[in-house]
């Protein structure tokens, strides 16, 4: 399979390299830390890949445009849009200029990198595109509207492009996963609910993509807890959110 994963150079994307690593897998892997990148293609490439490396910004969207192109000199077989960044906001009004990276690098750029991969895999009549958005999606915290709201506009597309694409064979997954260890989530100071080892996260988020599930969203426990909070009164909801954000020390 020839596999292109964004945001490849840490966290949950070098995990993802590492998984489909394998000499029957081709990758290609998208960041902007070259160093970091070419470690993780090393990594690969002894695990039996071929692996390509592009350098790039995300939020560069000429650049997205261009080598969405390139790609598609080539199969697509499955790309994995997962580069992202997260800010959070422990009070006050968001920064306008937070929700305009927040929106470039987790929103606008996947649309620059897809644009013309779209048409390609409808050429193709198979293909598997997969989003990585986040639980933050279906709840918004006080201190974190500009992350939520981001992935919540990716959700919304994902939903769209789904329809667009089942009647062409192609399998479009979001998956929207809670706490996972990784340099994003070590940087956060509150408790983090159902923390999960990167090698947990990962090993659920292939096996959902294996099943090509459309949405998947865990940590199960987690995600049913969000559910139910969702159908209480809002009063009560608007308890349980400020008590929460309390305790997070916002
Ligand atoms: N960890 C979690 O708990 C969690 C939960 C839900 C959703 N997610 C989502 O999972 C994805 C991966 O996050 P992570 O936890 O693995 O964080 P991470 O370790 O910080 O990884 C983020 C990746 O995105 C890349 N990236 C960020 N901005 C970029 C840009 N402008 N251009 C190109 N690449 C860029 C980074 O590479 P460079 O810095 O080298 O460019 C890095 O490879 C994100 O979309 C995040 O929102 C994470």
Known sequence: ?????????????????????????????????????????????????????????????????????????????????????????????????????????????????????????????????????????????????AYSSSKRALNAYAEGLHHQLKPHGINVMTIMPGFIDSEMTQKNRFKMPFLMKTEEGIARITHAIERKKIRYAFPFRFYLMIRIVSLFPQSLRDKIVHFTNFKKGA
């Open 1 to 145: 399979m020839r596999i292109v994963i964004t945001g490849a150079s840490s966290g949950l994307g070098e995990a993802l390299a590492l998984h489909y690593a394998s000499k029957e897998n081709t990758l290609v892997l998208i960041a902007r830390r070259e160093d970091r990148l070419a470690d993780v293609a090393d990594r690969c490439r002894e695990r039996g890949a071929e692996v390509e490396i592009l350098v790039a910004d995300v939020n560069n969207f000429k650049q997205m445009g261009e080598i969405g192109g390139r790609l598609c000199e080539k199969t697509i077989d499955r790309i994995i849009l997962n580069a992202g960044i997260s800010v959070g906001h422990s009070g006050g009004v968001t920064p306008f200029e937070d929700f305009h990276r927040l929106f470039q690098t987790n929103f606008l750029s996947v649309h620059a990198l897809l644009e013309p991969i779209i048409p390609k895999v409808i050429a193709q009549g198979h293909g598997e595109i997969v989003f990585i958005s986040s639980l933050a999606s279906i709840l918004t915290m006080p201190t974190s509207i």
